[in-house]
């Protein structure tokens, strides 16, 4: 099923899911790892390429998977009212923190006007130009958000083995796209 059911996760929302959670702790790691090469690294120029791409891919991703989010309802949530509440908050906060660092990280390879090449294939136009301090300041808001989002991400990990390990309902089952033939696991009881 591609679409969302009422009980279920459709294949189109599992997979925007999973391939965004891979890419951004790729992006985590690769930017971690490139901000500490020297400029003589062989790795320095195209791990930053790489993850300038990926981030033009993250963001195409993100566009299309909050476009899906509100033509396609989620399923009924199965935890207490206090723990979807919270849930709603990390959801609604990591779209928030995905645009914020979307746009972060355009503007810092972008300030001297030079535009973005996405895997070599076309390159994204440059649009503002920022001094040196701006571009300074933003690299460090970049990294903080990435932070924030890798956290929240762990958070929002150990939520659902909560549900799955304590609670014993269906939340984590569904977004790995698994039936599960038990009605009672399906209604959270």
């Given at each position: 099923m591609l679409t969302n059911g009422s009980t279920?996760?459709?294949?189109?929302?599992?997979?925007?899911?999973?391939?965004?959670?891979?890419?951004?702790?790729?992006?985590?790691?690769?930017?971690?790892?490139?901000?500490?090469?020297?400029?003589?690294?062989?790795?320095?120029?195209?791990?930053?390429?790489l993850h300038k791409?990926?981030?033009?891919?993250?963001?195409?991703?993100?566009?299309?998977?909050?476009?899906?989010?509100?033509?396609?309802?989620?399923?009924?949530?199965?935890?207490?009212?206090?723990?979807?509440?919270l849930a709603s908050l990390v959801h609604r906060s990591h779209y928030l923190l995905l645009f914020a660092i979307a746009i972060t990280g355009y503007f810092i390879p972008t300030a001297n006007g030079v535009g973005i090449d996405l895997f070599n294939l076309?390159?994204?136009?440059?649009?503002?130009?920022?001094?040196?301090?701006?571009?300074?300041?933003?690299?460090?808001?970049?990294?903080a958000i990435a932070w924030s989002i890798v956290i929240l991400a762990l958070l929002h990990a150990g939520a659902a083995m909560k549900h799955h390990f304590i609670d014993k309902d269906a939340t984590l089952i569904r977004m790995l796209g698994c039936q599960c033939s038990q009605k009672s696991k399906q209604q959270g009881d």
């Open positions: 279920t996760y459709g294949s189109i929302a599992i997979s925007l899911h999973w391939l965004m959670a891979i890419l951004i702790f790729s992006m985590f790691a690769l930017g971690l790892w490139m901000v500490d090469l020297n400029y003589y690294h062989p790795w320095y120029h195209d791990a930053a390429e791409s990926m981030g033009i891919l993250l963001f195409l991703l993100l566009l299309f998977r909050f476009t899906w989010r509100f033509r396609n309802p989620i399923p009924k949530p199965l935890g207490k009212a206090w723990e979807n509440s076309i390159t994204i136009p440059a649009t503002l130009s920022f001094s040196k301090t701006e571009v300074d300041l933003i690299g460090e808001l970049h990294q």
